[in-house]
């Protein structure tokens, strides 16, 4: 099984607009973090945000802000305010048990995103 | 600039070549670590290195071999590779092998084996 979905393969979203891309995860452990990053066309592979399984609030990044639904698994991003520079691929990735514990990121297969003038 | 330098940026090779992939960080991180990413396939870790000592090799063919000479510089040994090796090919390092940060990724370096 997956431990992280995006069921979203692409979304396009009119410049200025927000835009939510999904994510959804898989994990019994109790502790875990979640990232997301943007990986533009030129490859490199940029970190957003982060957010904690303990994590009271949802983080939030300047026009990045995390939608965290813990009971239901999911860890959306939402872009406000949407920009042509937004147009990328954007990654959603876990990494399972406390800090000490593990220090591996499994991703997802991404959302291309592209941003219309 | 990310901080996290890889070379070459684009590299053709044939399948009997010898050829190294270079990546350099200059960010005091202690961790560093190889990705691959094949085209609709999530991003597969291949090996991890923390203080200069390999921690994981993710079941990766032989024809792939890692190098850490030092926190700074990590290399990936390239021979006898396959047509379905090629992909993009991401370097990253982390402060500590542990912390809940994420990584910081280079640019990568696009492999083709032709």
């Known amino acids: 099984a997956q431990k992280i979905t995006q069921t979203q393969p692409g979304m396009f979203v009119q410049e200025k607009e927000a835009v939510t891309l999904d994510c959804t995860y898989d994990t019994s452990d109790p502790s875990y973090g979640l990232f997301w990053y943007k990986q533009p066309s030129s490859g490199e592979m940029i970190f957003l945000i982060y957010q904690g399984s303990y994590d009271q609030q949802n983080a939030t990044e300047g026009r990045y802000s995390l939608n965290f639904q813990k009971a239901r698994k999911s860890a959306n991003l939402v872009i406000s305010a949407s920009q042509l520079g937004d147009s990328a691929m954007y990654f959603c990735a876990m990494r399972e048990g406390p800090g000490g514990s593990n220090y591996k990121l499994t991703f997802g297969k991404g959302t291309l995103l592209t941003v219309n003038p | 600039e990310t901080g996290v330098t890889q070379t070459p940026r684009h590299l053709v090779m044939g399948m009997t070549n010898k050829k190294s992939l270079k990546c350099e960080q200059h960010?005091?991180?202690?961790?560093m670590y190889w990705y691959k990413q094949s085209a609709k396939k999530p991003l597969e870790l291949m090996f991890v290195y923390s203080l200069e000592e390999r921690v994981e090799n993710n079941s990766v063919p032989s024809r792939f071999s890692p190098e850490c000479p030092n926190s700074s510089h990590l290399f990936l040994h390239l021979h006898t590779l396959q047509p379905e090796d090629s992909a993009l090919y991401l370097c990253a390092s982390s402060q500590d092998l542990y912390r809940s940060e994420g990584y910081t990724f280079g640019s990568g370096t696009r492999l083709t084996v032709v």
């Open positions: 960010l005091g991180h202690n961790a």
